[in-house]
């Protein structure tokens, strides 16, 4: 009798140390955090814009033309131009995402406004407003850019971009050759940078892009990377 308890005793002070260790066990073997955990930070805030439908999710990056990109800055617009089959001027679009900590681009989302209806609705776009598309093309995610522009946005102004895009995504506006086309629906959106257009608005694409980089004071800022 003597000896169950004295093993009753030793069990009684030996008991705590065990559901300690066994806590502190627990504990470790926790997952921790990891920095692979911040990836989802750089999901695509508005998924239906991305190259996705086009096999690339992330779309592709370009050699800029002028580029205001400032240390710190949590995410930006790009401004690209290129070739279009159906009209000579060629089309304006924006990409638009986060910055690492670098400032180089981790996610890519597209948008421009760019008749429905083919050829139909671009040359019908110059009598009667056409209804219009926002989403990225094949063209936008995969054919070369004749020029780009590139300009950082604090998380304020980036919200106020999201939500302009979002806004026009629920509510389409029309594309009209003369008056409201894709120079200046591109504008629109960099307004949230404080960006304006050039005073000629009535250009070709291709040339419209660097007018609008002049009237920003960027002529002069290039870069030779993406």
């Known amino acids: 009798m003597r000896k169950i308890k004295l093993s009753c005793s030793s069990l009684a002070k030996t008991l705590p140390v065990l559901v300690v260790s066994l806590s502190l066990a627990a504990c470790?073997?926790?997952?921790?955090?990891?920095a692979?955990?911040?990836?989802?930070a750089y999901a695509a805030e508005i998924p239906q814009l991305t190259c996705a439908a086009h096999g690339s999710v992330n779309g592709n990056a370009v050699k800029l033309t002028a580029n205001r990109t400032k240390t710190g800055d949590p995410a930006y617009i790009e401004f690209r131009q290129r070739l279009s089959p159906g009209i000579p001027s060629g089309h304006l679009y924006v990409v638009f995402g986060r910055l690492d900590a670098q400032g180089n681009p981790v996610t890519r989302q597209y948008?421009?406004?760019?008749?429905?209806?083919?050829?139909?609705?671009?040359?019908?776009?110059?009598?009667?407003?056409?209804?219009?598309?926002?989403k990225p093309s094949y063209a936008d995610c995969h054919f070369s850019t004749g020029a780009?522009?590139?300009?950082?946005?604090?998380?304020?102004?980036?919200?106020?971009?999201?939500?302009?895009v979002r806004y026009n995504l629920a509510n389409p506006p029309l594309w009209r050759m003369f008056g409201f086309n894709c120079n200046n629906y591109a504008?629109?959106?960099?307004?949230?940078?404080?960006?304006?257009?050039p005073a000629n608005r009535a250009q070709p694409s291709f040339s419209y892009i660097y007018s609008f980089i002049e009237a920003n004071g960027d002529k002069g800022r290039k870069s030779p990377t993406s």
């Open 28 to 34: 470790q073997s926790s997952p921790q955090p990891t």
């Open 36 to 40: 692979a955990s911040n990836v989802s």
């Open 111 to 134: 948008n421009g406004l760019f008749p429905k209806g083919s050829l139909i609705g671009l040359y019908g776009g110059a009598i009667i407003p056409m209804p219009a598309e926002l």
């Open 148 to 164: 780009a522009y590139r300009v950082s946005l604090t998380e304020s102004q980036y919200q106020q971009l999201l939500g302009k």
């Open 187 to 197: 504008a629109s959106l960099g307004s949230v940078a404080g960006l304006v257009e």
